[in-house]
């Protein structure tokens, strides 16, 4: 059964740092691409990062770049989104979710993910 499980979430003060995991079992990490969505209340998913598959190249949306690092353990079968420079925000959740088969660049597009997780929640305040 192929299963993500994110954890690393937490309450931290505007300015701080987070590492999120999203651990896999069921499948490799490196067989698909992963990614890492965001869920703020009230609004849509959106994507934030991903991982390619095989090659590990990754994309970022322009509003991380410089403060998400997204990385891959394949020996832990665990994908990490290192987060830098926390703005303060409501309680969001970010996912991180599995697919699709495309080699190449990995795409951000929440609808062409298929396999999600239960999600972590930051908060980010003083």
């Known amino acids: 059964q192929l299963q993500l499980v994110e954890s690393g979430g937490g309450l931290v003060q505007p300015g701080g740092s987070l590492r999120l995991s999203c651990a896999a079992s069921g499948f490799t990490v490196d067989y698909y691409n992963i990614g890492w969505f965001r869920q703020a209340p009230g609004k849509e998913r959106e994507g934030r990062s991903c991982?390619?598959?095989?090659?590990?190249?990754?994309t970022y949306a322009d509003s991380v770049k410089g403060r998400f690092t997204i990385s891959r353990d394949n020996a832990k079968n665990t994908v990490y989104l290192q987060i830098n420079s926390l703005k303060p925000e409501n309680p969001t959740i970010y996912y991180c979710a599995a697919g699709p088969l495309l080699s190449g660049q990995c795409p951000l597009p929440t609808t062409l993910y298929k396999y999600w997780g239960q999600g972590t929640q930051v908060t980010v305040s003083s």
């Open positions: 991982i390619s598959r095989n090659g590990g190249s990754t």
